[in-house]
């Protein structure tokens, strides 16, 4: 006896009685599993190759094809099968020029660190000089003044009080000190204004990348300001003399190693 499989099916759903035949049988007597189960055979002896040779089944299976091998494939196999014609030439360009700028800009502030570094060294010599030539001016203005009028009149003395004169005329006319310091504080606009770009960088920097040479990864931290550098700038620091930070000029009395988790 053959069943109506659609006819019970819709039935199982909408609560109604289902017809066996001539047969007319309550829906709570009919074993559903036995339906089921005959309708997954049907499933099973279904004709495929009657839609295998539509030509809708077709397109989709090849569509479905394509978009997996997409997903399989190499992305550089994928970068290199996109038509670079449709890229916008003007976002290339502005993308290469932002590049090369930016190279340019790293490689310009580390020269000007260099040239910073080297003009707060003379800065310093400059001041240690004139240091050491108010104490020997102080000596000579403690030394006339335990001079009499008639020492003044020996000859030898007199050679030696205008030999004085001359040696702080010649100390009051050197420039060496304000020139270093013009220098200096020139150098110190600069490293300023370039700074001003590396806090901009370093708001959307992901990478901890080292604020001084913008290349390599930070790795200490400095007491006690806080900054933040890496080993090898760090380094530069430490050998110019006096260890100061270089972003906030601050004395540095430690670093201690800065550790990523």
């Keep these: 006896m053959e069943l109506n499989y ?26 559903y599993e036995y339906i089921i189960d005959n309708l997954d055979n049907s499933a099973m002896t279904c004709d495929y190759d009657r839609f295998n040779n539509n030509e809708d089944v077709h397109e989709i299976r090849k569509i479905r094809n394509n978009i997996t091998n997409i997903f399989n494939c190499d992305p550089n196999e994928l970068n290199e099968s996109i038509n670079t014609s449709n890229i916008n030439a003007s976002e290339t360009e502005f993308m290469n020029e932002f590049s090369n700028y930016l190279d340019k800009f790293i490689k310009e ?23 050491t030539v108010i104490k020997k001016l102080d000596i000579v203005i403690d030394f006339m003044k335990e ?42 606009l600069k490293i300023n204004k370039f700074l001003e770009t590396v806090k901009k960088i370093n708001s959307i920097n992901t990478t901890n990348t080292c604020p001084t040479c913008l290349s390599n990864v930070v ?3 400095l ?39």
Excluded: W
């Design 6 to 31: 659609t006819g019970m099916m819709d039935n199982i759903y909408s609560n109604n009685n289902i017809y066996m035949g001539n047969n007319m049988t309550s829906h709570d007597n009919i074993n």
């Design 109 to 131: 502030y580390l020269k000007e660190q260099d040239n910073y570094l080297k003009c707060e060294k003379d800065l310093i010599n400059e001041k240690n000089e004139s240091k």
């Design 147 to 188: 001079l009499s009028d008639d020492d003044c009149d020996d000859g030898i003395n007199s050679t030696i009080i205008e030999n004085i004169k001359e040696y702080s005329k010649q100390k009051e006319n050197s420039d060496r000190l304000v020139i270093a310091k013009n220098e200096y504080y020139n150098s110190r």
């Design 219 to 221: 790795s200490v931290y």
């Design 223 to 261: 007491n006690p300001c806080g900054h933040t550098m890496c080993g090898d700038c760090y380094e530069r620091i430490s050998n110019n003399g006096e260890r100061k930070c270089f972003l906030c000029r601050s004395r540095v009395l430690s670093k201690f190693p800065l550790y990523f988790s």
